[in-house]
Nanobody, 124 residues
């Protein structure tokens, strides 16, 4: 059974940092697409960041470029999101996504597997 489990969320003041982790189990995602999404209350889940498994090229939502860094530990089957200079508008539930059907990342919500989400709250 494939599972993605996020951790690392919490409450932080504006300007602070958090590091999210996503541990995959059941199958290895080392050569498949993985990404982070987030969802604000009352809105659709939106793409935040993704990373190619082969060349480790990264892709980001414009509003997080320069502040967030996505990385992956293929040996450990873990995905990370380092979030710096956090803003109140970054407050959301953050989800890890993975897809064993595709190698290349996508920025739409058509991922096969999702974690349960972790709450990030940034106070002003």
């Amino acid at each position: 059974q494939v599972q993605l489990v996020e951790s690392g969320g919490g409450l932080v003041q504006a300007g602070g940092s958090l590091r999210l982790s996503c541990a995959a189990s059941g199958r290895t995602f080392s050569t498949y697409a993985m990404a982070w999404f987030r969802q604000h209350p009352g809105t659709e889940r939106e793409f935040v960041a993704a990373i190619n498994w082969k060349d480790l090229r990264t892709y980001y939502k414009d509003s997080v470029k320069g502040r967030f860094t996505i990385s992956r530990d293929n040996a450990g089957n873990t995905l990370y999101l380092q979030m710096n200079s956090l803003k109140p508008e970054d407050t959301a539930v953050y989800y890890c996504a993975g897809d064993l059907r595709r190698r290349l990342i996508i920025t739409t919500r058509d991922y096969e597997y999702w974690g349960q989400g972790t709450q990030v709250t940034v106070s002003s």
